[in-house]
């Protein structure tokens, strides 16, 4: 059983430009949660969706980030137009059930976005 | 503000001794927590967990120990190996509300001195 696959696992991007990460959870799983991780820092929660769902964005930045996770293919974490603060590594994790059910989350290797 | 605390960035111990690594949060709301491990270039990997009903659990050579009181757990490896140098991060979680965030800290890098 695969784990929780990212791609890419290195993107640089300049400032201005789009940027999109793919999730792919382990089979079976249908919970995907994005966290951010900035240099020094712990990751930060920013989204948990559910298939065709958005769930919980509270730590989602209100402009420009978007998340999905459609009904085929794996959740997108798209960022438009990038800037140097979004340089940071972007990590996926996967449930099979609802976190209050389980106990823990199964993490992706992550993607490391550099904007330059 | 910093829910889950980690205030040593390092920790440097000599293999085979015991390494402890700390941890502090501050909402009361907390009622699971976790340790993550995590590799350079690899994702956090899930290496044990506490409930707050609990003051201790232990799982091989690590051992939790929660202390709800203080707000204040620690994870302990013993005795520690090379393999163990990684980061290692506190997380939290409260259940009772059905909150699927998980509120991490900022990592505490461990060395296994040879």
């Known amino acids: 059983n695969a784990g929780v696959m990212q791609n890419p696992r290195h993107l640089v991007r300049r400032r201005g430009q789009e940027a999109r990460l793919r999730c792919s959870p382990m089979?079976?799983?249908?919970?995907v949660y994005w966290y951010r991780q900035l240099p020094e820092e712990g990751l930060k929660f920013m989204v948990y969706?559910?298939?065709?769902?958005?769930?919980?964005e509270s730590g989602m930045p209100k402009e420009r980030f978007s998340a999905e996770f459609p009904k085929e293919g794996p959740s997108i974490l798209r960022i438009q137009q990038v800037v140097r603060g979004d340089s940071a590594a972007y990590f996926c994790?996967?449930?099979?059930?609802?976190?209050?059910?389980?106990?823990?989350?199964?993490f992706g290797p992550g993607t490391r976005l550099t904007v330059l | 503000d910093q829910q889950v605390k980690q205030n040593s960035p390092s920790l440097s111990v000599q293999e085979g001794r015991i390494s402890i690594l700390n941890c502090d949060y501050t909402?009361?709301?907390?009622?699971?927590f976790l340790w993550y491990k995590k590799y350079p270039a690899e994702g956090p990997t899930f290496l044990i967990s506490?409930?707050?009903?609990?003051d201790k659990n232990e799982d091989g050579r690590f051992t939790v120990f929660l202390n709800k009181s203080a707000k204040h757990l620690s994870l302990h490896i013993v005795p520690s190996q090379p393999g163990d140098s990684a980061v290692y991060f506190c997380?939290?979680?409260?259940?009772?509300?059905?909150?699927?965030?998980?509120?991490f800290g900022k990592g505490t890098r461990l060395h296994i001195l040879p």
């Open positions: 909402n009361s709301m907390f009622d699971y």
């Open positions: 994790a996967s449930s099979p059930r609802p976190q209050g059910d389980t106990d823990t989350q199964y």
């Open positions: 997380a939290a979680i409260s259940l009772l509300n059905r909150d699927d965030k998980i509120i």
């Open positions: 089979k079976g799983h249908s919970h």
């Open positions: 969706l559910q298939k065709e769902n958005i769930i919980d």
């Open positions: 506490i409930s707050s009903i609990k």
